[in-house]
C-alpha cells in the first residue's frame, strides 16, 4: 500500500507569492491534516479536514487554508507569503474520524526569500 | 489546553547503553499517546500508540513505552540503542473529543556515541 505522498518535495517562493501545496493520503484514508514545523515553534497543527470538511483548525492566520477533495487527497494554500512561513510542512493521514494513527508524508520544505 | 512536555532537549547514548526518553502530558482525561520518529528532513514514523489496555506497549525497532497514569507519563525505551537510532523523537497525544489533531512535545534529539 502507498504511503502518504506529498508533493512538491521542495519549494522556493518569494515574499507576497502564493503557494499550494498537496497531500494524497494512504488509500482509504479518510483524514488528512497538515502540520508546520519550524525549529522555533517546533510541530503545529494548521488543520484537518475529514470527508470534505475542516473539522480542527490550529492557530494560524487566514492566509493559511485548506480544502479536501471527494477522493481524501487534500490541498493547502498559503497566499502573501511571508518569510516567517518558511518551514516543513507535513501532511498526515489517518483511517477514522479519531481514535487511529497518522502516518505522515515526506514532507514538502518551504523557503521564502 | 492539553500540552506535552519533553524535558530533555538533547540526549547522548553510547551504542548499546540503553535509553530512556521522558514525555509528559497534561489533559483532562487520558488521551492517545503516540512516540514518532524523524530522520533529519524526512517526515515522522510512528514507532508506537497507546489507546488503552496494557499500559506496557511495544513498538517498532525494539521500543516500548509504559503509560502511567499517575504520573501523566508516557515514557518511551529501548534496551540497548543502535547507532542507526540517532534521530530526534516526538511524543503526541490526541484528545479523546479531538479528532485526530495531534499535539507535540518540542522533541528530543538523540544522538549516538561509537
Known amino acids: 500500500k502507498a504511503g502518504v505522498t506529498q508533493t512538491p518535495r521542495y519549494l522556493i517562493k518569494t515574499r507576497g507569492q502564493q503557494v499550494t501545496l498537496s497531500c494524497s493520503p494512504i488509500?482509504?484514508?479518510?483524514?488528512v491534516s497538515w502540520y508546520q514545523q519550524t525549529p522555533g515553534q517546533g510541530l503545529q497543527f494548521l488543520f484537518e479536514?475529514?470527508?470534505?470538511?475542516?473539522?480542527n483548525k490550529g492557530n494560524f492566520p487566514g492566509r493559511f487554508s485548506g480544502r479536501q477533495f471527494s477522493n481524501s487527497r487534500s490541498e493547502m494554500n498559503v497566499s502573501t507569503l511571508e518569510l516567517g512561513d518558511s518551514a516543513l510542512y507535513l501532511c498526515?493521514?489517518?483511517?477514522?474520524?479519531?481514535?487511529?494513527?497518522?502516518?505522515f508524508g515526506q514532507g514538502t520544505r518551504l523557503t521564502v526569500v | 489546553a492539553q500540552s506535552v512536555t519533553q524535558p530533555d532537549i538533547h540526549i547522548t547514548v553510547s551504542e548499546g547503553a540503553s535509553l530512556e526518553l521522558r514525555c509528559n502530558y497534561s489533559?483532562?482525561?487520558?488521551?492517545?499517546l503516540f512516540w514518532y520518529v524523524q530522520s533529519p528532513g524526512q517526515g515522522l514514523q510512528l514507532l508506537l500508540k497507546?489507546?488503552?489496555?496494557?499500559?506496557l506497549v511495544q513498538g517498532i525497532k525494539g521500543f516500548e513505552a509504559e503509560f502511567k497514569r499517575s504520573q501523566s507519563s508516557f515514557n518511551l525505551r529501548k534496551p540497548s540503542v543502535h547507532w542507526s537510532d540517532a534521530a530526534e523523537y516526538f511524543c503526541?497525544?490526541?484528545?479523546?473529543?479531538?479528532?485526530?489533531?495531534?499535539?507535540f512535545g518540542g522533541g528530543t534529539r538523540l544522538m549516538v556515541k561509537p
Open positions: 498526515a493521514s489517518s483511517q477514522a474520524s479519531t481514535g487511529t494513527e497518522a502516518f
Open positions: 488509500s482509504g484514508h479518510r483524514s
Open positions: 479536514y475529514f470527508s470534505e470538511t475542516q473539522r
Open positions: 489533559y483532562g482525561a487520558t488521551p492517545y
Open positions: 497507546y489507546f488503552s489496555g496494557d499500559t
Open positions: 503526541a497525544v490526541v484528545g479523546n473529543n479531538a479528532g485526530n489533531m495531534l499535539t
